[in-house]
């Protein structure tokens, strides 16, 4: 028989609870050590499910650690999304779409359980001074009231943050539905809360003149300065924006700087465990604070390597690509010594059949592009070098993939890591005598 809805809840908080249980007893994917070094923490990127991240988060001593945690997960919307590219050779060009992440679930249960057993992980990670800023909407929104008030205690519940903002289509027989709901819960009542100011136009935009009211004038007319209320109007990130990545659900750097801003110190962690193009991650680490984040998706891994190119030097990445989907094709290359030193050199690459056949790519368009750009489905690079931990040296990006790179020296090993538009991985390990031969990988 169907559970109510309250049935349903309290079904899915009993069970996330024993899952919970279950999780902390287990042993973390990631070798766990401590994650402060010398010069402090720095930031940590994973790549993979968030529960893996969390974990190993508290199993190397983060427990009651991060002052602000804000998440965008996934809606329930029953959709997928995607990123879209145009690739172009010389006289050639391809649009290509490829599946970033499924927003599809076999029912509301399996999502809320999804998602409760992860506010419960993230409720220890915060700190006594630390805020969740829980980014849903109308949807599920009156779910995760409840399921917030259980974990965190109602009287946590600090607001209901309504982001609204203009977006194409309108409703016909119903209002429009142009906001997102942002619940905000506080870990205890020594939270961190730094007041914001908003302007407050003045009626007629003329000078009230008050006693003891400061007032400022701009373009639109005179204002005084209040404190932020609860309704923001933020502009969605437009087709023309500066800052858009091309990754679909990415949100607004405003809105992310206006809650870093509000919950946390310069010597805070902030921390996104949904982090789809990074927009936490570059808003954090623009304000000085430190970050921790995760997302499960390629596309995600590749968009934010691109994000935060230089604020990123010096982070700590952690990824486990064994449960990304997209498979990596074949890829030719040749390994040679020169007088300076191992050079790595890659001749050609060509994506399985079937991611591209899914997209409906003409075969022949296919093959004039590959001849014209032999690598123009590489969509990043990055070279890593191992001693006792991985470290990135360098990193490449498309248009600008080289077809030799330079592996440098002092390292036991050095990894090149190969990220295909579609999201697909593979490494090439070079050792210390690696070297002088031909390579052939192959889906
Ligand atoms: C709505 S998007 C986040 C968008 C982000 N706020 C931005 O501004 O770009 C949700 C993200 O959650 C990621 N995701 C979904 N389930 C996940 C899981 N179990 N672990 C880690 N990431 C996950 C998806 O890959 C997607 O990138």
């Given at each position: 028989?169907?559970?109510?809805?309250?049935?349903?809840?309290?079904?899915?908080?009993?069970?996330?609870?024993?899952?919970?249980?279950?999780?902390?007893?287990?042993k973390?994917?990631?070798?766990?050590?401590?994650?402060?070094?010398?010069?402090?923490?720095?930031?940590?990127?994973?790549?993979?499910d968030?529960?893996?991240?969390?974990?190993?988060?508290?199993?190397?001593?983060?427990e009651?650690k991060?002052?602000?945690?804000?998440?965008?997960?996934p809606?329930?919307?029953?959709?997928?999304?995607?990123?879209?590219?145009?690739?172009?050779?010389?006289?050639?060009s391809?649009?290509?779409?490829?599946e970033?992440?499924?927003d599809n679930?076999?029912?509301?249960?399996?999502?809320?359980?999804?998602?409760?057993?992860?506010?419960?992980?993230?409720h220890?990670?915060?700190?006594?001074?630390?805020?969740?800023?829980?980014?849903v909407?109308?949807?599920?929104?009156?779910?995760?009231?409840?399921?917030?008030?259980?974990i965190?205690?109602?009287y946590?519940?600090?607001?209901?943050?309504?982001?609204?903002?203009?977006?194409?289509?309108?409703?016909?027989?119903?209002?429009?539905?142009?906001?997102?709901?942002?619940l905000?819960?506080?870990?205890?009542?020594?939270?961190?809360f730094?007041?914001?100011?908003?302007?407050?136009?003045?009626?007629?935009?003329?000078?009230?003149?008050?006693?003891?009211?400061?007032?400022?004038?701009?373009?639109?007319?005179w204002?005084?300065?209040?404190?932020l209320r609860?309704?923001?109007?933020?502009?969605?990130?437009?087709?023309?924006?500066?800052?858009?990545?091309?990754y679909?659900?990415?949100?607004?750097?405003?809105?992310?700087?206006r809650?870093?801003?509000?919950?946390?110190?310069?010597?805070s962690?902030?921390a996104?465990?949904?982090?789809g193009?990074?927009t936490?991650?570059?808003a954090?680490?623009?304000?000085?604070r430190?970050?921790?984040?995760?997302?499960?998706?390629t596309?995600?891994?590749v968009t934010?390597?691109?994000?935060?190119?230089d604020?990123n030097?010096?982070?700590?990445?952690f990824?486990?690509?064994?449960?990304?989907?997209?498979?990596?094709?074949?890829l030719?290359?040749?390994?040679?010594?020169?007088?300076?030193?191992?050079?790595?050199?890659l001749?050609e690459?060509?994506?399985?059949?079937?991611?591209?056949?899914?997209?409906?790519?003409?075969?022949?368009?296919?093959?004039?592009?590959?001849?014209?750009?032999?690598?123009?489905?590489?969509?990043?690079?990055?070279?890593?070098?191992?001693?006792s931990?991985?470290?990135?040296?360098?990193?490449?990006?498309?248009?600008?993939?080289?077809q030799?790179?330079?592996?440098p020296?002092?390292?036991?090993?050095?990894?090149?890591?190969?990220?295909?538009?579609?999201?697909?991985?593979?490494?090439?390990?070079i050792?210390?005598d690696?070297?002088?031969?031909?390579?052939?990988?192959?889906a």
């Open positions: 028989m169907a559970l109510n809805k309250f049935e349903l809840l309290d079904k899915t908080i009993k069970d996330s609870e024993k899952e919970v249980d279950q999780l902390l007893k287990c973390t994917f990631f070798e766990a050590e401590s994650l402060v070094k010398g010069d402090g923490l720095r930031s940590i990127l994973y790549f993979c968030n529960i893996k991240a969390m974990l190993q988060l508290l199993d190397s001593g983060m009651g991060i002052d602000l945690v804000y998440i965008d997960p809606f329930n919307t029953r959709s997928s999304y995607n990123k879209k590219l145009r690739l172009k050779s010389r006289s050639h391809l649009d290509i779409s490829s970033t992440y499924n679930w076999k029912n509301l249960g399996e999502y809320l359980q999804m998602m409760t057993i992860r506010l419960m992980l993230i220890r990670l915060l700190s006594e001074k630390g805020t969740l800023y829980l980014h909407d109308y949807r599920t929104s009156h779910y995760f009231r409840l399921i917030l008030d259980h965190f205690g109602e946590r519940f600090l607001n209901e943050v309504i982001w609204a903002y203009k977006s194409g289509g309108t409703g016909r027989r119903s209002f429009s539905k142009k906001h997102d709901n942002i905000v819960y506080t870990k205890t009542d020594k939270y961190i730094n007041p914001q100011k908003e302007k407050s136009y003045n009626r007629g935009f003329a000078p009230y003149r008050f006693k003891n009211v400061e007032e400022f004038k701009d373009e639109i007319g204002h005084t300065l209040v404190n609860d309704v923001w109007n933020i502009d969605m990130v437009g087709r023309t924006s500066s800052e858009r990545a091309g679909e659900t990415q949100k607004p750097l405003a809105l992310l700087r809650i870093i801003q509000t919950s946390s110190n310069e010597d962690i902030v996104d465990f949904f982090l193009s990074g936490t991650a570059k954090a680490m623009e304000s000085g430190k970050f921790i984040g995760s997302d499960s998706s596309i995600s891994y934010v390597s691109k994000r935060l190119k604020d030097l010096g982070s700590r990445i990824a486990d690509f064994n449960q990304i989907t997209a498979t990596p094709g074949k030719t290359y040749r390994i040679l010594k020169n007088g300076e030193g191992i050079v790595l050199y001749q690459y060509i994506p399985p059949r079937d991611e591209l056949y899914s997209g409906k790519v003409d075969p022949e368009k296919l093959s004039s592009l590959v001849e014209e750009s032999p690598l123009i489905f590489l969509d990043y690079i990055t070279v890593i070098g191992v001693n931990e991985r470290m990135i040296l360098s990193e490449y990006f498309m248009p600008d993939i080289p030799q790179i330079m592996i020296d002092g390292y036991k090993k050095v990894i090149v890591q190969l990220v295909d538009v579609f999201g697909a991985v593979q490494e090439i390990a050792g210390g690696s070297i002088e031969q031909d390579g052939r990988t192959e």
